[in-house]
């Protein structure tokens, strides 16, 4: 390596801590090269060669971006949200003799500005690569049970969590498009402090054999008919030993602070917690409170998830209705799938959630 000013961008970045720095970090003790490195906070720089790694931001560092001088290459992560004025920005910053520019995404649609501009239609000097759990040296067996497991449950998203492909959001999609806009948006976001939140929201579900235990974290902003919810961390694991479950709700920041609802439906398990220190009571449950929390949370003018819940943002885009196998028609049924996330959260809004009731208009599978 010469000396190399290597650019490490993504849409967005709250701090360094949302950046890829971990991740270079950790791939330079892994191969035993620390010696040859200074590795700071915020910067990482090659004490033989000069070479040095810079983190931004691409969205809110418009003017800092057309400034910077000199990158040699530059490494965009999570590319599949950048924006199109983000590209128009970045592109002509990359100027230097011989730079290149490196992409590296999960593609969501096809109408995404990334997808576009380097899959559908690629400049003529771009080198594009698929590269699936195939090509992974490490990829182990649980991963492998896993993705067969998705295989035969729901090919559709099979397909884009392990073979790359896109997905298109579509009607039977039960938190899609609301009026042509999406009702949740993937970010990084850091929780406010003027003013804080004024409350903390946990939910839990459990699950084991097949469907995980769940712990999310949120809260709320602003006031009906603009009040929109923050999705900030999440805690999920399929076949957790309840002896374990502490330990999984530990890695939620806050989880024994605030008080938690649970899922009523394990009160055995809620009194477990409760003796390991955890403030956690059942949520109220009754008939129809699913779709009265589907309704309660459909109401947000945005649900801002945070990019390193995974799990909630696959069933953001999988929760689905289901659809008539002859005429491809929508019906009001709910497919009990892909919701966990979702349950939690709907049982953290324990007592804010208006009880309509079955109105026989809607049915679950």
């Not at 520019?101 to 698929?130: E, G, Q």
């Not at 990829?139 to 067969?148: G, H």
């Not at 009194?271 to 403030?279: A, D, E, I, K, V």
Request: charged share 25%; with cysteine.
């Amino acid at each position: 390596m010469g000396r190399e000013r290597i650019g490490c961008f993504r849409e967005l970045q709250s701090s360094i801590k949302d950046s890829v720095h971990q991740v270079i970090k950790e791939q330079i003790f892994e191969m035993g090269l620390a010696a040859y490195f200074k590795i700071t906070d915020d910067s990482i720089v090659c004490r033989t060669t000069g070479a040095h790694f810079i983190f931004k931001g691409l969205r809110h560092n418009a003017m800092e971006i057309k400034s910077t001088e000199g990158i040699t290459i530059c490494w965009v992560e999570e590319a599949q949200l950048v924006s199109e004025e983000s590209w128009q920005i970045l592109i002509p910053t990359i100027r230097v003799q011989g730079s290149e520019i490196w992409i590296s995404f999960n593609p969501v649609s096809m109408d995404d500005p990334t997808y576009k501009r380097f899959v559908a239609n690629p400049p003529p000097n771009a080198y594009v690569l698929k590269v699936g759990w195939q090509d992974n040296p490490f990829f182990s067996e649980t991963q492998n049970i896993e993705r067969l497991w998705l295989k035969e449950n729901d090919y559709d998203a099979y397909t884009h969590v392990w073979e790359g492909e896109c997905r298109q959001l579509s009607d039977d999609v039960i938190f899609g498009e609301n009026h042509g806009k999406l009702r949740w948006v993937i970010e990084a976001f850091e929780e406010p402090h003027d003013p804080p939140p004024e409350r903390i929201f946990f939910g839990a579900d459990w699950g084991y054999a097949v469907d995980p235990t769940t712990l999310m974290r949120f809260w709320k902003t602003g006031t009906a008919p603009n009040e929109e919810l923050w999705i900030s961390h999440e805690a999920w694991e399929v076949k957790c030993e309840l002896d374990n479950t502490p330990a999984l709700f530990d890695t939620v920041p806050g989880s024994r602070d605030w008080p938690i609802k649970a899922d009523t439906a394990r009160q055995e398990t809620i009194s477990y917690m409760s003796n390991q220190g955890f403030n956690i009571s059942a949520a109220e449950k009754w008939p129809g409170c699913v779709e009265d929390r589907i309704e309660h949370l459909k109401a947000y003018k945005m649900i801002h998830i945070h990019e390193r819940c995974k799990h909630m943002q696959f069933e953001a885009r999988n929760y689905r209705f289901k659809r008539d196998r002859q005429t491809g028609l929508v019906l009001p049924v709910i497919i009990d799938k892909h919701n966990h996330c979702w349950d939690a959260i709907g049982y953290g809004l324990d007592g804010y959630i208006q009880q309509r009731g079955v109105d026989n208009v809607w049915a679950r599978q």
